[in-house]
T-cell receptor
Framework: DQQVKQNSPSLSVQEGRISILNCDYT??????FLWYKKYPAEGPTFLIS?????DKNEDGRFTVFLNKSAKHLSLHIVPSQPGDSAVYFC???????????FGKGTHLIIQP | ETGVTQSPTHLIKTRGQQVTLRCSSQ?????VSWYQQALGQGPQFIFQ???????GRGNFPPRFSGLQFPNYSSELNVNALELDDSALYLC???????????FGSGTRLTVV
């Protein structure tokens, strides 16, 4: 039973345009949601997070939106740059010692 | 400030054998967690240690065990290896039992 789902295995976006990565979850007990970026042969790198009490969080080119009623979150990258090409993982947690529950990832490809 | 380092980077073992993977936490981090990432999947939470005690565990059998040492470094031990244990094993450390996880680059384990 997958509690965090990323339904798009890959996404191709032109450089300079907006990239939108989507994530759905089923467990209403999740309190925090995070996005990680992963390059080949490297560990996941934290990008941005959002608490369940908020609906938006911004950090530079990255914005995460949370829709609790729809159990859906999205990551917006504006403008997209070639270095953004990587696998993006959505993760959720109840906090404490519960660990992170990850989606399967979306491979973002930024085309010149 | 050093990051999270894992050793070895690659390992090949035979089915039925035992393996020990090692992780050095980022300086100042007293919590370490381990994840298994199978090919094409997101990382799956194995367990978490806080101040040398296991305080959280995912859906993994008891043959997956761990240790955390006074210097907050950690080991993951897997007994009676199965072919399905072939995966990338990621270690993550954090300054508490909340968020702020920093991941290492992982150990690629192949079981033949």
């Amino acid at each position: 039973d997958q509690q965090v789902k990323q339904n798009s295995p890959s996404l191709s976006v032109q450089e300079g345009r907006i990239s939108i990565l989507n994530c759905d979850y089923t467990n209403s007990m999740f309190d925090y949601f995070l996005w990680y970026k992963k390059y080949p042969a490297e560990g996941p790198t934290f990008l941005i997070s959002i608490s369940s009490i908020k609906d938006k969080n911004e950090d530079g080119r990255f914005t995460v939106f949370l829709n609790k009623s729809a159990k859906h979150l999205s990551l917006h990258i504006v403008p997209s740059q070639p270095g953004d090409s990587a696998v993006y993982f959505c993760a959720a947690t109840r906090g404490g010692a519960d660990g992170l529950t990850f989606g399967k990832g979306t491979h973002l490809i930024i085309q010149p | 400030e050093t990051g999270v380092t894992q050793s070895p980077t690659h390992l090949i073992k035979t089915r039925g054998q035992q393996v020990t993977l090692r992780c050095s936490s980022q300086s100042g981090h007293n919590t370490v967690s381990w994840y298994q990432q199978a090919l094409g999947q997101g990382p799956q939470f194995i367990f978490q240690y806080y101040r040398e005690e296991e305080n959280g565990r995912g859906n993994f059998p008891p043959r997956f065990s761990g240790l955390q040492f006074p210097n907050y470094s950690s080991e993951l031990n897997v007994n009676a290896l199965e072919l399905d244990d072939s995966a990338l094993y990621l270690c993550a450390s954090s300054p508490g039992t909340g968020l702020g996880y920093t991941f290492g680059s992982g150990t690629r384990l192949t079981v033949v």
